[in-house]
């Protein structure tokens, strides 16, 4: 007899594998160790979750929906776990949080955190009906830089910056998720203070720091 919660672990890890190129039932096992267990592959094929021939494992449409609402889950819970609630092992909350919650409560997440577009890791969070719908049923917590006044302190969540200058600026000004910065002035530049130094930004690029207000 199988557990779903075991099931949906193979499920994540062949996602993970596909992300990183793809993968076979002897990677799978090889990633997973005592984990991996064959009595998931077989159930979640009979399911019309995975597709198996040989070596070869790959999701059916209804297996990789079903996976992509799991990794959807885990990634946003890491960054609640982290980020709002301040809980450093994150990993082991999300884990448990990715089982407990519907799509609605996911969703609600999601824009509670501002619809961030990568997890801790920098892996890519699925995208939601929220976030293509733009909703905004529950307020966000998470803000644009532009919207801090000056004095302000925000902790950045993500980072939404796609231009490689941008992404060049704010990495050499050790502007990362974690980040505490403390707004000095918003004209006619903006300038943060990161801790170890002041740093000059535009409007465009502090728009796309995104960053939790603490005060």
Same mark, same amino acid.
């Given at each position: 007899?199988?557990?779903t919660?075991?099931?949906?672990?193979?499920?994540?890890?062949?996602?993970?594998?596909?992300?990183?190129?793809?993968?076979?039932?002897?990677?799978l096992?090889?990633?997973?160790?005592?984990?991996?267990?064959p009595?998931?592959?077989?159930s979640?094929?009979?399911?019309?979750? +995975?597709?198996v021939?040989?070596d070869?494992?790959?999701?059916t449409?209804p297996?990789?929906?079903?996976? *992509? *609402?799991?990794?959807?889950?885990?990634?946003?819970?890491?960054? +609640?776990?982290?980020?709002?609630?301040?809980v450093p092992?994150?990993?082991?909350?999300?884990?448990?949080?990715?089982?407990?919650?519907?799509?609605?409560?996911?969703?609600?997440?999601?824009?509670?955190?501002?619809?961030?577009?990568?997890?801790?890791?920098?892996l890519?969070?699925?995208?939601?009906?929220?976030?293509?719908?733009?909703?905004r049923?529950v307020t966000?917590?998470v803000v $644009?830089?532009?919207? +801090?006044?000056?004095?302000?302190?925000?902790?950045?969540?993500?980072?939404?910056?796609?231009?490689e200058?941008?992404?060049? +600026?704010?990495g050499?000004?050790?502007? *990362?998720?974690?980040t505490?910065?403390?707004?000095r002035?918003?004209?006619?530049?903006?300038?943060?203070?990161?801790?170890?130094?002041?740093?000059?930004?535009?409007?465009?690029?502090?728009?796309?720091?995104?960053?939790? $207000?603490?005060g």
């Amino acid at each position: 007899m199988t557990d779903t919660r075991n099931e949906d672990e193979h499920l994540e890890r062949i996602w993970r594998m596909e992300e990183e190129g793809g993968g076979s039932l002897t990677l799978l096992r090889t990633h997973m160790g005592k984990d991996y267990d064959p009595l998931d592959i077989e159930s979640l094929s009979r399911q019309g979750c +995975l597709e198996v021939r040989g070596d070869e494992v790959a999701f059916t449409d209804p297996g990789r929906e079903r996976a *992509r *609402r799991l990794i959807r889950a885990h990634r946003l819970a890491e960054l +609640l776990v982290r980020d709002i609630l301040g809980v450093p092992d994150f990993e082991a909350g999300a884990c448990e949080l990715e089982h407990l919650a519907d799509t609605k409560v996911v969703d609600g997440i999601c824009t509670l955190l501002g619809h961030p577009a990568c997890c801790p890791h920098g892996l890519p969070i699925p995208r939601g009906d929220c976030c293509r719908a733009g909703a905004r049923e529950v307020t966000s917590v998470v803000v $644009p830089l532009t919207e +801090l006044e000056p004095g302000k302190v925000g902790r950045v969540v993500f980072l939404e910056a796609s231009d490689e200058r941008e992404i060049r +600026l704010l990495g050499t000004s050790q502007i *990362r998720p974690g980040t505490e910065l403390r707004v000095r002035q918003r004209r006619p530049c903006y300038v943060v203070d990161t801790g170890t130094a002041a740093v000059a930004l535009d409007e465009a690029v502090a728009a796309t720091v995104k960053v939790l $207000p603490l005060g």
